[in-house]
C-alpha cells in the first residue's frame, strides 16, 4: 500500500519561510504527478502548485514567485518551498500525488496526505 506523510507546517511571521514535505511510501515503482492544495476556514479546497512528469509546473496566481514545487526522487519525497509568506496563505495545506505501485503489478494510486496547518501572523 501506499502512504503519504506531510510534515513542515507551523506558524510563522508574515514574510518567512516554511517548507513542506510529502514523504510516499510503499513500493512505489513512479510518481507521475504531485499537487499541493490548500485549504482557509470556509474556503474550498485550492491548488496551489503542480507538476507533472512531463514538467508541466503551474502555480496559483498569487503564489508565483513565491512558493516553488520540487521533489528528491531518491527520498520519493515532495516538497513545497513557501517564502514570504502572507496572512492570506493560512490554511491547512495537503499533498496530493499520483503514480504508480507495486512493481510486479504496476497498480495506479492516487492519494491524499493528511494535511499541515500553515499559519502566518502579521
Known amino acids: 500500500q501506499v502512504q503519504l506523510v506531510e510534515s513542515g507546517g507551523g506558524l510563522v511571521q508574515a514574510g518567512g519561510s516554511l517548507r513542506l514535505s510529502c514523504a510516499v511510501s510503499?513500493?512505489?515503482?513512479?510518481?507521475?504527478?504531485m499537487n499541493w492544495y490548500r485549504q482557509a476556514p470556509g474556503n474550498k479546497r485550492e491548488l496551489v502548485a503542480g507538476?507533472?512528469?512531463?514538467?508541466?509546473?503551474n502555480y496559483l496566481d498569487s503564489v508565483k514567485g513565491r512558493f516553488t514545487i520540487s521533489r528528491d526522487n531518491a527520498k520519493n519525497t515532495v516538497y513545497l518551498q513557501m517564502n514570504s509568506l502572507k496572512p492570506e496563505d493560512t490554511g491547512v495545506y495537503y499533498c496530493?500525488?499520483?503514480?504508480?505501485?507495486?512493481?510486479?503489478?504496476?497498480?495506479?494510486?492516487?492519494?491524499w496526505g493528511q494535511g499541515t496547518q500553515v499559519t502566518v501572523s502579521s
Open positions: 496530493n500525488i499520483r503514480g504508480v505501485y507495486d512493481s510486479r503489478w504496476r497498480r495506479a494510486f492516487d492519494k
Open positions: 510503499g513500493d512505489i515503482f513512479s510518481i507521475n504527478a
Open positions: 507538476d507533472t512528469v512531463g514538467g508541466n509546473t
